[in-house]
């Protein structure tokens, strides 16, 4: 491909042709012709993951290179469906946007692009409401596929993240109803389930302890949905807070000539609350 060739296609264009000759069968990368749709996920994982962490950061040099990645990934998959013969990245292209369409009946009245322009009253809470309806009436028009009765949790991907899997669980059974109106009534789940663990826990029955402690998280996602918390952003950010904290606790202690393994657990916790007011004062950050 000549350079007055390079300029006549689309940066979409080139990429789907690198992409191709990439697994070209006898000039193509080893490596990329090795590769198949269960060798990609633990890559396609870790995308989504550096995608994520580039927003937190708020590098949007660095966002923009890893969705470069991300779509890679995605470009990947389409070629090797097209190579079996089965879909290419344009039927990807194609059927995101008629789904898109269809799910945005406030914004493209006869879901066609051409109907853009009608403008609709609705809330961001609204449209949510509407889509959730929209899929559930997909998905009774998909069937199940096992035979069994339709139900408003099918096709929730049995791979996704627990917290994430808990809060769609939720989400799908809010949307008929089966749901508490009120933060309180949450809360007070929480402590029941809290009160089962300790129930669990008094009396040294290790598979009841395990039981009753999912159950805490699955009563801690559901208050942090009625927050309108992310759960799993939510994690992130205490994780990293104690990370920063207890490399500074680090610090501290080498300052102080300290071996941790050796000093009181009472010591410990002085050199932590002092590395939570350092952090605090460099971050900007809550004490908590």
């Known amino acids: ?20 000759m990439l697994r070209h069968r006898e000039f193509g990368c080893p490596w ?36 470069g990645d991300l779509l890679f990934q995605v470009v990947f998959y ?14 990807v292209a194609a059927e995101v946007t008629a789904k898109l369409l269809r799910r945005h009946p406030h914004v ?25 309806a929209i899929k559930r009436a997909e998905r009774a028009g998909q ?25 769609k669980l939720q989400q799908r059974t809010a949307g008929v109803g089966f749901d508490w109106q009120e933060v309180r009534p949450v809360i007070d789940k929480l402590k029941e389930e809290i009160g089962e663990f300790e129930q669990a ?20 996602v559901n208050l942090a949905r009625h927050c309108k918390i992310d759960s799993e952003s939510a994690l992130r ?21 300290w071996e941790l393994p050796e000093r009181e657990l009472r010591e410990l916790d002085q050199l932590w609350a002092l590395a939570k007011t350092r952090v605090r004062e460099r971050t900007g950050g809550d004490s908590h």
Not at 35 to 46: K, N
């Open 108 to 132: 493209f009245p006869d879901g066609r692009l051409e109907s853009f322009g009608s403008r609709q009253e609705l809330s961001a809470g609204e449209v949510v409401s509407n889509w959730e």
């Open 78 to 91: 389409a070629q090797m469906s097209r190579e079996e013969g089965g879909f290419d990245f344009q039927d």
């Open 143 to 167: 069937g199940n596929g096992n035979g069994e009765p339709q139900s408003v949790l099918d096709g929730l991907p049995q791979s996704l993240p627990a917290l994430e899997k808990a809060r």
């Open 32 to 67: 990329d012709l090795k590769q198949t749709f269960e060798s990609l996920i633990p890559y396609t994982v870790e995308e989504v993951h550096e995608v994520v962490h580039a927003i937190e950061s708020g590098d949007r040099d660095e966002l923009r290179d890893e969705l």
């Open 1 to 20: 491909m000549n350079r007055e060739d390079q300029d006549q296609f689309s940066p979409m264009d080139r990429l789907l042709a690198l992409m191709s």
């Open 201 to 220: 826990l008094a009396a040294g029955d290790g598979a009841e302890m395990r039981e009753e402690f999912g159950d805490m998280l699955f009563a801690m």
């Open 237 to 257: 950010e205490s994780n990293r807070r104690f990370e920063a904290r207890f490399r500074d606790l680090e610090k501290l202690a080498a300052e102080r000539g």
